[in-house]
């Protein structure tokens, strides 16, 4: 929903409608990885609803979605893809540092 000075906030939804707000990076990965285990393997969909996607409290428009495949979990990080749903463009990571890398990237060109 914004990132101020760096610091993410919004909401992390999975395919099955599980829905959980976060307030700082370590909060979004916590949940990530919470989504991540309760997917009984080694796979985890993050899906949100890309076009219509609000905060309940306000009403206010996303300022970027993103779509996160947790594809593997190997030497205590992941490895996946993640899509920037409004500009349509996918990266792969290979660590939770580059994922962390790509959105930053995002959210920093997205408040230009």
């Not at 992390?12 to 285990?37: G, M, P, V």
Request: aromatic residues 8%.
């Amino acid at each position: 929903m914004s990132y101020q000075d760096r610091n993410p906030q919004g909401f992390a939804e999975t395919h099955r409608d599980e829905n959980r707000k976060f307030e700082n990076l370590t909060q979004l990965l916590l949940i990530l990885d919470q989504f991540s285990e309760q997917a009984g393997d080694s796979q985890g969909k993050f899906v949100p609803d890309t076009e219509n996607r609000r905060d309940p409290s306000d009403g206010q428009k996303p300022l970027a979605s993103f779509r996160i495949c947790i594809m593997f979990r190997q030497n205590n990080t992941w490895q996946g893809t993640c899509e920037w749903i409004e500009e349509r463009e996918t990266a792969c990571f290979r660590s939770t540092l580059e994922l962390v890398q790509l959105m930053d990237g995002a959210l920093t060109k997205k408040q230009k």
